[in-house]
């Protein structure tokens, strides 16, 4: 089944939730589990993909919000994904606890540019054929 854009960025959202209850212990709790670490990073390389695939889908996140990253998003999926033995644990603390509440407010404040233009596209095309 074909996706549209905006679901993609649902899913962004949804592993950022997971990741913060994989990794409500703390830090020695995520370092201390072979399975949050390997969840988190899972959910780290779903965001990257979920990036990727709403691009593929037309959205240009850049220009939607040029403030973040959306390249080394994209990027840490690559690196966790194919240097998946070189996984850096101080690296990726840092993005979970540093970088994942502005990605979400970012994703959240695109999705919902994107249901206000889809709206008002709705309604011009429903005054054409007025």
Known sequence: MARAAFEFLSD???????????????????????????????????????????????L??????????????????DRLAHRYWDADLDMIWKVVTSDLEALARAVRGVRARQRKAAGSAARRRKDKRK
């Open 12 to 58: 962004v959202l949804e592993a950022i939730a997971k990741i913060r209850q994989y990794t409500a212990g703390g830090e020695a709790a995520f370092r201390g589990s072979s399975m949050a670490r390997d969840a988190v990073i899972a959910r780290l390389i779903q965001i990257g993909q979920a990036v990727k695939d709403a691009q593929a889908k037309g």
């Open 60 to 77: 240009d996140l850049p220009a939607l919000d040029p403030a973040v990253r959306w390249r080394d998003v994209a990027g840490m999926r």
